[in-house]
């Protein structure tokens, strides 16, 4: 944080966290804790991703992740071809005994979903239309100077973290990171994950072409979430390093 | 804190709006939703449920060419005559011995004239072929051509009584599952007898199975052998998917 010297106590004049962030914040965070846990349960089902409209044990996969009993299993009869090609598409039937605990995993995972979407569709809008957005989140034209970026970049990699300020005086590298998962991050995991209902996409058919296909939407839901759970990680260390209970007092109660 | 009135304001409109919208949902589909049995994931499906009959209206899946077909894994039951043991896997082999030349599927409940249909009745009606993306709960996906009769030929020649809201499919592999009139009329949802071109092989649920091309893999039964038009929500009780704890709406 450029402005603020580092030290204790907040600098005057700095707004605490405003009721509807904190609110929003604390319903988005348990949405995600409960959509990362059971969106790894679905990949554990099933731990191969694919690019395109259709994947499956008997296509190739684009990356097969070693997380379930699941990883590799290979537990096919005999394919038979569908068509007079032999090289051509077949059929299997399965024998093998899958991990799957989707039946849980893909209701809960829905149900948060609803924790996200709502709440976070609202945030947006109050957040663009009540200057939120505008004043607190988005890097200004003046802090994006190469000296500001440098020296940001550099107090980070030191693990220099200034203290709590206990209230929205967001750093550039702070704001930078916020500002890709609110506008960024977030809408690609609702977008992909819509992409993967067949209800919405015969409605709206554009995003299998955007995504180029419901397996594509999925592994870029995947890299997607993986983005999401490295920025969770970033901003609890944050969190931690300048001054937890403040900043926790601060979100949740405000100052 | 500063502007602490104006905010509480805002925040009392957001929750506001949002409690309305959600009793405005609730009241809009008080009888067409399954009841929960006050299973908190069972009334997440029911919320999905009545936005996506809300919000989605009747719409077509995308339909892809013969080049598109690809390989495709036979799950779950892939043969009642071998794995399912009681009365209804020895009837299948039966069946399966006379290539379903017996094979009747029955149409009843709520409708005007309950009756049973042979395979080659089913080959009267006009049929329907399509090349769909089949989504499994899994995460998997294989496109297939399919070719049947639409569900609302076969409803129709048995006429639906007007109090029909639902209709229910019992399955030889012992499943009871059930979808809505609109998925039931949807033109898309055939009861398909033939596969890439071919008869519907087994393991993929010979002689007929149904499509439901805007859900999930699962509420495609296999190995249908009746069906019942029901006024009322039938969870299927232990062959069903609620008590088995799956969701009964899956467009998600």
């Known amino acids: 944080m450029a402005e603020a010297p580092g030290g204790s106590g907040r600098a005057g004049g700095v707004e605490a966290h405003a009721r509807w962030v904190r609110i929003s914040h604390w319903i988005v965070t348990l949405s995600v804790l409960v959509l990362a846990f059971t969106g790894f349960e679905i990949l554990m089902v099933h731990p191969r991703l694919y690019w395109g409209i259709a994947g499956n044990d008997l296509t190739p996969a684009l990356l097969e992740l070693p997380i379930s009993r699941n990883y590799k299993h290979r537990g096919y009869d005999q394919p038979k071809p569908f068509f007079q090609d032999a090289a051509g598409p077949v059929s299997a039937s399965r024998t093998y005994d899958i991990f799957n605990q989707n039946g849980w995993g893909r209701s809960l995972h829905f149900l948060a979903a609803w924790f996200l979407v709502v709440p976070g569709a609202m945030y947006l809008l109050v957040g663009l239309f009540g200057g939120h957005f505008r004043s607190h989140v988005w890097p200004k034209a003046r802090e994006l100077t190469p000296r500001f970026v440098w020296r940001d970049m550099v107090d980070h990699l030191r693990f220099r973290i200034p203290a709590a300020s206990g209230g929205p005086r967001y750093g550039l590298l702070q704001k930078g990171a916020y500002s890709l998962v609110i506008f960024v991050v977030a809408p690609l995991m609702v977008a992909t994950g819509l992409t993967m209902s067949p209800a919405v996409t015969s409605a709206f058919p554009i995003l299998l072409g955007l995504f180029g296909g419901y397996q594509s939407a999925r592994t870029v839901h995947f890299f997607a979430s993986a983005v999401l759970v490295l920025f969770v990680i970033v901003h609890v260390v944050m969190v931690v390093k300048s001054g937890f209970r403040r900043q926790i007092r601060a979100m949740t109660v405000g100052e | ?252």
């Not at chain 2, 009545?50 to 690809?70: F, H, I, N, P």
């Open chain 2, 1 to 252: 804190m500063k502007n602490s009135g104006l905010i509480t304001r805002r925040g009392a409109i957001i929750a506001g709006l949002a409690s309305v919208g959600g009793f405005a949902l609730a009241r809009r589909f008080p009888k067409v939703l399954p009841p929960t049995c006050g299973n908190v994931l069972r009334m997440g499906d029911s919320f999905t449920y009545g936005a996506q009959r809300a919000l989605l209206g009747q719409s077509l899946v995308k339909e892809y060419s013969l080049q598109d077909v690809t390989s495709f894994p036979a799950t779950g039951t892939t043969d009642p005559g071998v794995t399912v043991k009681s009365e209804l896997g020895e009837s299948y082999r039966r069946l399966q011995a006379g290539a379903f030349a017996d094979w009747r599927l029955s149409v009843e409940g709520s409708v005007a004239r309950p009756r049973t249909f042979s395979l080659a009745d089913l080959k009267q009606f006009p049929s329907r072929t399509q090349i769909t993306r089949h989504t499994c709960e899994e995460g998997w996906t294989a496109i297939g051509q399919w070719t049947g009769v639409p569900l609302s030929a076969v409803l129709d020649a048995a006429g639906i009584l007007p109090t029909g809201r639902f209709v229910v499919f019992h399955s030889y592999d012992d499943w009871v599952d059930s979808i809505d009139m609109l998925d039931a009329l949807h033109p898309q949802t055939i009861l398909a007898y033939g596969m890439n071109g071919r008869d519907l092989p087994i393991q993929h649920g010979a002689p007929v199975r149904l499509r439901v091309e805007r859900q999930i893999g699962y509420k495609s039964m296999k190995y249908l052998k009746r069906i019942v038009v029901a006024d009322k929500f039938d969870d299927g009780g232990k062959k069903g998917n609620i008590q088995n704890g799956w969701a009964w709406y899956t467009g998600i």
